[in-house]
């Protein structure tokens, strides 16, 4: 695979205006509506490096998520983020660039925790790397961890290097029938306990639970909690299913309608919203359906939290949460610091971005 | 040596700052007279000294912001300051600034055993965090050799790990929100008690900053349940190679240990001599790998070590058969730093992270550093996560000794990035490897650093002159070997 590092540079540097990077094209529903020029980033392909031992693998931005999860998958290892894919073309760019995490999050990190380093093309098209491909490293600011998330408005992950981890020796899948606010209190419960658990969610009255670790205590945490065994094929599925948002939660009233993400601290007690609801992350991360107001956004502000508008709705009052004026002056500033021209992927998280 | 940081400060705005300041505070929670400056002249990289104008000794959030804006308007840089244990340097003061020290920032506002958080004060010591979460059966993972006592504003300042961080993270993984004084007193908060905010991730850029983009008043932690049973085996190897092997074919049997920790023989020749920790005095390396978690899964994981251990070469092996025995290998490894200041007047401990692939190379190189430098060095390594801490031992007493030693470290640190590895993994570059960072990064890298500080402080004004190096600073430092940064 050849390196168009040096292309996307002089493209960087010819552009007049606005570009838009784009991988697969597999999350151009998330954001606000992608403008500009496509800058296409899915050619610089190729896994570069991949250390079992290290476990660290690094790998070129087009390179799909698909090809990299079989790679880890040959030496039993994983993105412990479980990153969702959204189509089966998705990227690594794209994946660190959007952000989004996985079933796992909650007890095993973000995507940012797991980025140890990137190189990335500025807005002015100089090639930059921050990170590298070790686990501890505080030399300079963590700039690795501000892209992850940031969208490509701050510049083109051009590689990026990951921190994997093995594949769990054992899991299993419970599954308990119950109300929203008990399910909430349990979920919280059992994660300030020593417990195994890798996933949790709850939608229609029903809470399913996944435990991860070694064998025995999978087996002993799975006696302790009771519940419902969920066979294994089954529980593969449905896991993919969420993570992949086909579970038919999701897939109810199609794409145009509106789909929320609250993020609140996992206590919140059940939000009062019209719209079916989906609980993830331990009660950390919460799906709202329908509703075409804006109610979801004051709702999670009540309780520490911010909204997106993940999919579908109106969008012409932004997706992400209106920041407060220092941050917003904050961003403008780090913007401004890597992309002065404001050309990267322009109004793609925040229209002054 | 370097040159001291020192800013330009005429007299009469010397004194207008140090009325206004006493304005803010109390008489004697400001100090200016020379013999109580003394105590604040450097943190625990005591080679490097400065006496401040002053130390502002602030008492609450209103205190604080008083004094950022009244630094920020006379242009004066600040320096904030926990318990000053950090080993780079990243508290030496600024030669007339002002030391604004938030030790008086001491209470443990919250601890939410539901949500499993802490709300605390940056001047709380680590330790204390843990202590005051046991009785809910919870912990604050990050536990560095200092917790007993270093700050938790220092740790989010310097991003501090600890032994256990393989499997646990860094305080970037266990912080979930802060509130921070921008040098303009403008308050800021940062994350929330969310998984996740709107906007940036600005948590990753300020935790490990080094006191240059803001003062943390208060920090939301992540609490970790409390594993059930801890157990660590010791294995000892005749060569350091064998051990490093050792630890790459225990991660490739996919077991993420709670711990994974190396020292060589010069290290536990001086820890056993300290402590007693009943190391393995004629082996050539020994490593500590820590299982934690249920009964079962702690059973199931050491046998699995075991059998990787001894199928790796290991020539003896020792499983902790008690709470007191595991804590007393630990104790070894957690003493390493003072065991090795008892064997000599000074020690320099450097800090590289490499991939560990490389550890032989690096093992035998800094071997023949330190003929070459006519100085001993004892090899204490997180070998799960790569860091290196060679401590260089010398005395400041005999002249030319301690030119040797940092000509040595500065080496080490150059070889680190030789290998693809780094310069600091955990203690931060403060003023000591300011240099070395223009080995590690280019004038480009070095620029958008600038930028992004200025983000936050666009006129410089946080701990100036400490982390990251100007151009101009590196086209004076004389770059050894074919650094990337020659282009400067």
Known sequence: MSDLTEQFADRIRAASG????????????????????????????????????????????????AEIKSALAERRQMLAFEPPSFGDAATIGGVVAAGLSGPRRATAGSVRDFVLGVKLLDGEGRLLTFGGQVMKNVAGYDVSRLIAGSLGT??????????????????????????????????????????????TCWADDSLTLRLSGAGTAVESASSALGGERVADAAA??????????????????????????????????????????????GGAQRWIRGGSSDAPRAAALRVGGHATLFRGGDKSAGVFQPLDPVTQRIHRDLKRSFDPRGILNAGRMYPDL | MHDQISAAIDAATRNALLSELAGIVPAAALLTADEDLKPYECDGLTAYRQVPLAVVLAADESQVVAVLRACHRHGVPVVARGAGTGLSGGATPVGNGVVLSLAKFMRILEIDPLARTARVQPGVRNIAISEAAAPH???????????????????????????????????????????????????????????????????????????????????????????????????????????????????????????????????????????????????????????????????????????????????????????????????????????????????????GTIPRKHLAHVLTRIAELGEEFGLRCANVFHAGDGNLHPLIMFDANVPGEIDRATGFGARILELSVDVGGTITGEHGVGIEKVQQMCVQFSREELEAFHALKAAFDPRGLLNPGKAVPTPRHCSEYRLIGSAKGATT
């Open chain 1, 18 to 65: 606005p570009l838009c990077i784009r991988g697969s094209g597999s999350k151009d529903f998330y954001g606000n509506a992608p403008r500009g020029e496509v800058l296409e980033a899915g050619g610089h392909r190729g896994i570069v490096g991949y250390e079992p031992t290290e476990l660290v693998i690094t790998a070129r931005c087009g390179t799909p998520l």
């Open chain 1, 154 to 199: 701050l510049g083109l992950i051009s590689e990026v290097s990951i921190k994997v981890l093995p594949l769990p020796m054992a899991e299993a899948t419970l599954r308990f029938e119950l109300p929203q606010d008990k399910a909430l209190d349990l979920m919280n419960r059992w994660a300030g306990q020593p417990l195994p658990v890798s996933a």
């Open chain 1, 236 to 281: 593969a599925h449905f896991w993919t299913s969420l993570r992949e948002q086909r579970h038919a939660f999701f897939a109810a009233d199609g794409d145009a309608a509106a789909l929320w993400r609250l993020s609140v601290p996992s206590i919140a007690g059940a939000l009062d919203l019209p719209g079916a609801t989906l609980v993830e992350w």
């Open chain 2, 137 to 351: 059966g919870l912990y604050y993972a990050p536990d560095p050799s200092s917790q007993i006592a270093c700050t938790i504003g220092g740790n989010v300042a310097e991003n501090s790990g600890g032994v256990h961080c393989l499997k646990y993270g860094l305080t970037v993984h266990n912080v979930l929100k802060l509130r921070v004084a921008l040098i303009d007193g403008d308050i800021v908060e940062i994350g929330s008690a969310a998984l996740d905010s709107a906007g940036y991730d600005l948590l990753a850029v300020m935790i490990g900053s080094e006191g240059m983009l803001g003062v943390v008043l208060e920090a939301t932690l992540k609490l970790t349940p409390k594993p059930q049973v801890a157990q660590v085996v010791m294995a000892s190897f005749d060569d350091v190679i064998k051990a490093g092997n050792a630890v790459a074919d225990i991660i490739a049997a996919g077991i993420i240990p709670a711990g994974l920790e190396m020292m060589d023989k010069p290290a536990t020749a001086a820890v056993e001599d300290f402590v007693h920790a009943g190391y393995d005095l004629t082996a050539a390396a020994i490593l500590l790998a820590e299982s934690d978690g249920t009964p079962e899964e702690v059973a199931e994981e050491i046998a699995a070590m075991c059998a990787v251990l001894e199928k790796s070469g290991a020539r003896d092996l020792r499983v902790s058969q008690s709470e007191a025995e595991r804590l007393k290998f630990w104790a070894g490894r957690k003493a390493a730093f003072p065991a090795v200041g008892r064997i000599t007047p000074d020690y320099l401990c450097m800090d």
